[in-house]
């Protein structure tokens, strides 16, 4: 056969074999842990989230294999408004207002005390995605794969200031410096899993936060 008749053939075959491959993989079909239907529909039940001009209710994500939420929000800024998002998000509910106890407890005062300015924007590198912990492709899934979690990658601030994980945990001003390591430590009061710079290697430029719950697959509270 020659070389360019069979390029087709070789790229068909790889298209199997990584559509296989996923089959198997991350999106393998089984069932998700009953506990995010479960808490999801406990939220929504308890109206503690109120459908707004900045979050509003989704049609349910299922798939692909065991990703996705039930009663998903697509959310564009937190306390009604007051604190705006950089992108949209897709969380469930449960983040909703996790994020906005964050934001108001701890966040704000911070600001003010710091800076003596209000925080108005937190720059968001992504929400809802399919995938495995830090973007591998096999083993366990990440929280982000059931909008239970978020990645913050910034701060904006009303006087103009901007703070970035990536170059300001350890290259800002002593001030800026502590306002992220307080952002940090004080989200681990709030979400079971918060990873940042000095986490590891995948988390240099942003913090994790997410909601995972203790069960037989995650019993730790990560805080790092």
């Known amino acids: ?26 999106y393998r079909s089984n069932q998700r842990a009953a506990w995010r239907t479960a808490a999801e529909r406990q939220c929504v039940a308890s109206g503690i989230v109120r459908p707004s001009a900045y979050v509003q209710r989704m049609p349910p994500i299922r798939g692909p294999g065991i990703c996705g939420a039930e009663y998903p929000y697509r959310v564009s800024a937190a306390l009604g408004g007051q604190v705006g998002f950089s992108q949209k998000a897709v969380l469930t509910c449960m983040m909703v207002p996790a994020i906005d106890t964050w934001v108001q407890k701890y966040l704000q005062p911070a600001a003010r005390s710091l800076f003596g300015t209000e925080l108005v924007q937190l720059q968001l590198y992504g929400s809802y995605y399919c995938r495995g ?40 001003s002593p001030d800026e410096q502590q ?45 790092s």
């Open 133 to 172: 912990r830090n973007g591998a492709t096999s083993g366990a899934l990440s929280e982000h794969g059931f909008a239970n979690a978020v990645d913050v990658g910034g701060f904006v601030f009303a006087d103009g200031r901007r703070i970035e994980v990536k170059q300001d945990w350890r290259g800002g």
């Open 179 to 223: 306002f992220l390591r307080y952002a940090q430590r004080s989200a681990c009061l709030i979400f079971r899993t918060v990873i940042g710079p000095d986490g590891d290697s995948a988390h240099q430029d942003h913090l994790h936060l997410d909601l995972a719950r203790q069960d037989r697959a995650f019993r730790r509270h990560v805080c």
């Open 1 to 26: 056969m020659h070389w360019r008749r069979s390029v087709p053939l070789i790229a068909a075959t790889m298209v199997i074999v990584l559509l296989a491959g996923c089959a198997t993989g991350l």
